[in-house]
């Protein structure tokens, strides 16, 4: 499904937060979102995912998703936010609570999401008892579970170690592979961002607006660390989020 957005404003009362965003994402496309704390990123992924609703502008999808699909759009939260006590596959299945379906189905779902992120033998375990990096794969089973057309994702793998992130990186290329939704990607890290995203989206300094795109068309399999075009878009990405940064920063020291 592609997902429209179309010059979409935001503001908090009297913050302003998203300036007139724009952005056309096309089905399968995985789209990494840059830029500084504070400038609106999350916000626009809740109005993606519709928890709430834009200022003006308007948001919409395009396409028909699988019959499969249970939920056209779906959030992996930057903290996992499991139950904690509902072992990981109650966790997975509480997306399915919301739909009569029948028993057998129901478990043949949450199974088949836990075996695709690896979790199978801990189907009876505790979010307590799990490591971060299978927190965070429970997490990424539940929004799973609905095949999502869209996946929204929040900073997913931030909270875990360097190792883990990159293994949790390399699973969800596999699972993109297999499932081929539509990713809108939250990231902090610029490496992580050109590692995966097809096109990466710089947001400016709050109220954001698309500042840069970047477009990267080279297949999954040959982004090499050291790829010289990949390098050299890092530090393209970097310089343009550190110029918003210091812009924000003089700003709060022009300010009467
Ligand atoms: N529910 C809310 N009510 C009022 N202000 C909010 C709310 N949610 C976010 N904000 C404000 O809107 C701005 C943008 O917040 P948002 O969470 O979208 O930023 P972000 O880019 O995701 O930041 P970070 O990189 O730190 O996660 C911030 O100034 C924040 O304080
Ligand atoms: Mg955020």
């Known amino acids: 499904m592609d997902v429209l957005i179309d010059n979409v404003w935001h503001a908090?009362?009297?913050?302003?937060?998203?300036?007139?965003?724009?952005?056309?994402?096309?089905?399968?496309?995985?789209?990494?979102?840059?830029?500084?704390?504070?400038?609106?990123?999350?916000?626009l992924?809740?109005?993606?995912a519709g928890l709430e609703v834009p200022s003006?502008?308007?948001?919409?999808?395009?396409?028909?998703?699988?019959?499969?699909?249970?939920?056209?759009?779906?959030?992996?939260?930057?903290?996992?936010?499991?139950?904690?006590?509902?072992s990981v596959a109650r966790n997975v299945e509480l997306?399915?609570?919301?739909?009569?379906?029948?028993?057998?189905?129901?478990?043949?779902?949450?199974?088949?999401?836990?075996?695709?992120?690896?979790l199978s033998e801990f189907a009876q375990t505790y979010p307590n008892q799990l490591s971060g990096g299978m927190r965070q794969r429970t997490g990424l089973a539940r929004a799973l579970v609905v095949n999502p057309a869209v996946l929204l994702l929040d900073?997913?793998?931030?909270?875990?170690?360097?190792?883990?992130?990159?293994?949790?990186?390399?699973?969800?290329?596999?699972?993109?592979?297999?499932?081929?939704?539509?990713?809108?990607?939250?990231?902090?890290?610029?490496?992580?961002?050109?590692?995966?995203?097809?096109?990466?989206v710089i947001l400016s300094r709050r109220p954001a607006r698309v500042q840069k795109i970047i477009e990267i068309d080279l297949p999954h399999a040959d982004r090499s660390e050291e790829h010289p075009r990949l390098v050299a878009m890092r530090e393209t990405i970097r310089e343009t989020i550190r110029g918003e940064i210091d812009a924000a920063g003089q700003e709060l020291v022009d300010a009467p």
């Open 45 to 48: 992924l809740r109005l993606i």
């Open 155 to 200: 900073e997913p793998f931030s909270a875990v170690d360097l190792g883990t992130r990159e293994l949790l990186q390399r699973e969800f290329l596999r699972l993109w592979e297999e499932a081929r939704f539509t990713a809108i990607y939250v990231t902090h890290d610029v490496f992580e961002a050109t590692q995966m995203a097809h096109r990466v």
């Open 12 to 43: 908090y009362e009297d913050l302003p937060v998203l300036h007139g965003v724009s952005l056309d994402i096309q089905s399968a496309e995985i789209v990494c979102i840059l830029g500084s704390s504070g400038c609106g990123k999350s916000t």
């Open 56 to 86: 003006a502008g308007h948001i919409s999808t395009r396409g028909t998703p699988s019959p499969r699909t249970l939920h056209p759009i779906a959030f992996v939260f930057q903290d996992f936010a499991l139950v904690p006590w509902r």
């Open 95 to 118: 997306p399915l609570e919301h739909h009569a379906l029948p028993k057998p189905d129901r478990r043949q779902r949450v199974s088949s999401a836990l075996y695709r992120v690896k």
